[in-house]
């Protein structure tokens, strides 16, 4: 039901007259395609070509709380061209968030910094203890070849059983390798984060049962999963090489299980990749992963997305929140599922609108919300992350416009505009030469539609007692700030200034990132933006406040990698198979999925970030084995933690060293 209507029209300034009513304001422009050749998308061979194999480039050593030696790997393979922005690249200690309710820097700051001292094994250059800005191929935008090998502090020493099977611990998105060593950080002096106390992570628990334990830290840790095989073949291979073992016992917790899976599943034989663009991308890429070499003892499964996510797919808090939030905190890194978005959601308010503002600076208007969205004449005007607008024929992108001249229309500086800055889609974007670039190529692979296991609910209908206020981020965040700003009216009479159109079960705006087509998330509001505005009737324009490409489009973008990978079980010459998985939605402050729960209270159907369905993948796994070699070589439990508590508690630690024992 429409609002009254006595508010009228206010027009953007430089719009001599207000539209007409039912008016449809259309943009058009010639669209463009991404011609580019497969090979383009793969780095050069080093010196002497191609070669199943690696070369270790040197070490370094950390000082002695931390790891005790760290080695730089260099894969010889064909690799695909890794892509960066600002969120995914690694941290100097000078560049890690730092703020009087968050100090990261001195409690992760050294942390960041071994590992970007690791990767300078390979460029040698000064940027890497500076201030200034590395190259794109540098210690902070490793290129995909190169991948850190951590040795535990026992470990380097070879203080540690070398007559069993050693281990190798691979980290998840958002990760690096010192989340099994130090999983709440360490100020160098033995203290931890503030509010945490548990100093010590799964390495130790390792090296005190005698077991020799090794990490990886990838290069960009939503990077490409084919390319994250390929360095954990390698991994392993150098494993084997220290130690003298032939096999090794492999843990991989969250997205680290996506490689673990391409190699044990023998990627490399398969030959039903389609005639797709991307597609053809992908059967290049699995082409340069090598052959399981049956060099795997135990593989634990740390509740990871076997059958994909779709989290920021249905939850537009998500997108908002990592819009919002600055490049180098951990809760900005991951993508975002809209090309677009109106600056009206940016959490700013009048002249609050900047980091920076005094006297009290605005903690939520950082990176692209900085000075957006304040007031009314930049209410409608939009912040582009993607120029991608969909998919021709042969799965090639199509876009009109730069990322720079979209987001420049909009109002941004030419000055100010960086594509890293706005390149978050998890799509990616075309650059200002013509280049595809995504920062998050294994996110995009990982990418997969689980309406059909648990659709979008309706919680309009609940009972009253069903307080989902603490839980449901969508609508007592994202909705009451959309409401409370999109209300306001300083223009008399003060009637609502506008509003969100949604359906009564608040649905559409929730299934828009999936079907931007068909699930419209508008606006109505008196502003007039003509740019913008969609259309114009009794006084309100009509405004998207997102838009996007689909997530078919993406699953497609990603090679359609989980289609293939949900049909195929592992090799059958893993020694065993350890699936375990989180059953609670976590702690408070880290639940972030719940369209599993009917009621506030209920059963999650996952770990709080992941649906069951994705990481009790048990049956998915072992497809193609016999009846007698799944029950004998596997076993799936569920442990009532969070996703993010699964890798790093105690009790987890004791289940996994168990199974090891009991396997050699």
Request: with cysteine.
């Amino acid at each position: 039901m429409l609002p009254l209507l006595a508010v009228g029209c206010i027009v953007a300034p430089g719009d001599e007259t207000a539209p007409q009513d039912d008016e449809v304001v259309e943009d058009d422009a010639d669209a463009l395609t991404v011609t580019a050749p497969v090979s383009a998308y793969f780095d050069a061979a080093t010196t002497g070509g191609y070669v199943d194999g690696y070369r270790v480039i040197g070490s370094t050593t950390p000082p002695s709380w931390s790891w005790g030696k760290t080695e730089l790997l260099e894969g010889r393979q064909k690799y695909r061209t890794e892509g960066y922005n600002l969120r995914v690249q690694k941290l100097r200690n000078g560049d890690t968030f730092q703020s009087s309710e968050y100090p990261l820097r001195t409690y992760n700051g050294a942390l960041n910094q071994q590992l970007v001292d690791g990767f300078n094994l390979a460029y040698n250059n000064a940027c890497a203890t500076g201030t200034g800005a590395c190259p794109d191929k540098g210690p902070t935008r490793p290129e995909a070849r190169y991948v850190l090998l951590h040795h535990g502090p026992k470990t380097a020493a070879l203080n540690c059983s070398t007559t069993r099977a050693p281990v190798l611990l691979v980290h998840g998105a958002m990760q690096n390798g010192n989340v099994w060593i130090r999983p709440n950080g360490d100020n160098g002096s033995g203290q931890t984060y503030p509010g945490t106390t548990q100093k010590d992570g799964f390495v130790k628990a390792l090296e005190d049962a005698n077991i020799c334990t090794y990490a990886v830290t990838f290069g960009n840790f939503h990077g490409d999963n084919f390319n994250h095989a390929i360095n954990l073949a390698n991994a392993i291979a150098r494993v084997k090489a220290l130690t003298g073992r032939s096999k090794v016992n492999v843990v991989a917790w969250s997205k680290g299980v996506l490689p673990v899976d391409l190699y044990l599943a023998n990627v490399s034989s398969w030959t039903d990749w389609g005639t797709k663009y991307f597609e053809q991308i992908a059967a290049e890429q699995a082409k340069q992963v090598p052959a399981f070499r049956q060099d795997v003892r135990t593989y634990v499964a740390l509740s990871g997305p076997h059958l994909g996510i779709d989290l920021n797919f249905r939850h537009p808090y998500n997108p908002l929140l990592i819009y919002s939030t600055a490049e180098n905190a951990p809760l900005g890194q991951g993508p975002v599922t809209w090309s677009f978005m109106s600056a009206v959601q940016c959490v700013t308010w009048g002249y609050s609108d900047s980091p920076d503002d005094l006297p009290m600076g605005n903690p939520y208007a950082y990176s692209v919300c900085e000075n957006r969205g304040g007031m009314w004449p930049d209410f409608w005007t939009r912040i582009y992350t993607s120029n991608i607008t969909g998919l021709d024929t042969t799965g090639k992108p199509v876009y009109a416009k730069s990322l720079k001249v979209l987001n420049t229309e909009q109002g941004v500086t030419a000055s100010s505009f960086s594509f890293d800055k706005y390149n978050l889609a998890m799509w990616g974007s075309v650059d200002e030469s013509g280049k595809y670039v995504s920062p998050y190529l294994g996110q995009l692979q990982a990418a997969y539609d689980l309406r059909s296991y648990y659709p979008i609910p309706n919680r309009q209908d609940d009972p009253v007692s069903y307080d989902w206020s603490t839980l449901d981020t969508d609508e007592t965040k994202w909705r009451d700030w959309m409401s409370i700003k999109l209300g306001y009216n300083p223009v008399p009479p003060y009637v609502l200034g506008g509003y969100v159109d949604d359906d009564a079960g608040h649905i559409a705006c929730r299934q828009h990132a999936y079907t931007p087509g068909s699930s419209p998330c508008t606006a109505k509001h008196a502003y007039y933006h003509a740019a913008t505005a969609k259309s114009y009737l009794w006084g309100y324009g009509t405004y998207d406040l997102m838009g996007g490409i689909g997530i078919q489009a993406t699953t497609e973008m990603g090679g359609n990698f989980i289609n293939r990978l949900k049909s195929r079980g592992l090799s059958p010459n893993v020694d065993y198979l350890y699936v375990l998985h989180g059953t609670s939605s976590g702690q408070p402050g880290s639940i972030f999925e719940i369209d599993g729960m009917a009621t506030p209270s209920s059963d999650p159907h996952g770990d709080g970030v992941l649906f069951d369905v994705s990481i009790a993948a048990r049956d998915q796994l072992t497809q193609g084995w016999t009846s007698t070699q799944k029950t004998s070589k596997s076993k799936q439990e569920g442990l009532p933690y969070g996703h993010l508590e699964m890798g790093v508690t105690p009790a987890v630690f004791t289940k996994m060293i168990a199974q090891f024992n009991a396997l050699p």
